[in-house]
């Protein structure tokens, strides 16, 4: 549904973009009809000359929990993950033009971590909690998080992350470099959103350039990297062992 992703420009912020997670009844797990909204928000963001810097927000208490299982495995199951809106969003991460801020409070799990990967400023309040569980689904790291992880944090912490599973808090996240600075839950969407209007407000051209040189390698490398997971992470789905980590993951649900 349309109201699941909210994309707004702020009257007092005319170039920036916003794009929000609003599914709080779960805790804003994505679906696919989600990706394609976000994908078509970047994509007309990147477009249009007003616009000049993207955010993404969640709602109070949660970034996002991450893909909605239900509706993750009623379209991976054919193990084609890299095709389609999730593929797209993967994509459109690594090679958006404008610059990329992002605002979290509370849960960020899987891709609500790994998304601040490609964003260049990150703000979190201080009961966030980034974790990425895919090891135990069976699964592996996405979004490029192999390449830009590492890069990031060093293999050690990275490895925590991405293959052991350890939750990071908001310091800790600061303290790896995934995040840019820790503020109150009172404070997060208008610091998020000063920052962005901040970046907005320089000269555009010199703004992308200087974007450019920064980012992490080349981006055709991440799109490689996004597609080599993607055909990893399409095995993974097949396999026995992920069979049975899925199944013991949905009955844990049931029973809570």
Do not use: W
């Amino acid at each position: 549904m349309s109201e699941h992703i909210i994309v707004e420009r702020p009257e007092n912020l005319a170039a920036v973009q916003v794009i929000r997670f609003n599914r709080p009844d779960k805790k804003n797990a994505i679906t696919q009809d989600m990706y394609r909204l976000m994908v078509e928000a970047m994509r007309a963001g990147d477009e249009d000359d007003a616009v000049r810097a993207h955010v993404f927000l969640g709602t109070e208490g949660c970034f996002t929990a991450g893909n909605d299982m239900q509706d993750f495995l009623s379209y991976a199951v054919n193990g084609r993950i890299g095709e389609g809106h999730v593929g797209q969003f993967l994509k459109a991460l690594a090679t958006v033009k404008k610059p990329m801020i992002s605002g979290v409070d509370g849960l960020a799990i899987g891709i609500g971590t790994t998304v601040h990967f490609h964003c260049d400023l990150t703000f979190a309040s201080p009961r966030s909690e980034f974790r990425t569980p895919f090891v135990d689904l069976a699964l592996l790291p996405e979004a490029g998080s192999s390449l830009l992880g590492p890069m990031t944090m060093g293999h050690q912490r990275a490895f925590a992350m991405l293959a052991a599973g350890v939750g990071f808090s908001a310091e800790e996240a600061r303290d790896a470099g995934l995040i840019y600075k820790v503020v109150p839950e009172a404070e997060l969407e208008s610091a998020t959103l000063a920052a962005a209007a901040e970046i907005a407000s320089k000269p555009p051209q010199a703004m992308q350039i200087a974007r450019d040189l920064l980012r992490r390698g080349d981006r055709a490398d991440i799109v490689a990297r996004i597609e080599e997971e993607s055909a990893l992470f399409g095995e993974r789905l097949a396999s026995p062992e992920a069979k049975a980590a899925f199944e013991a993951f949905l009955a844990r649900k049931k029973s809570a």
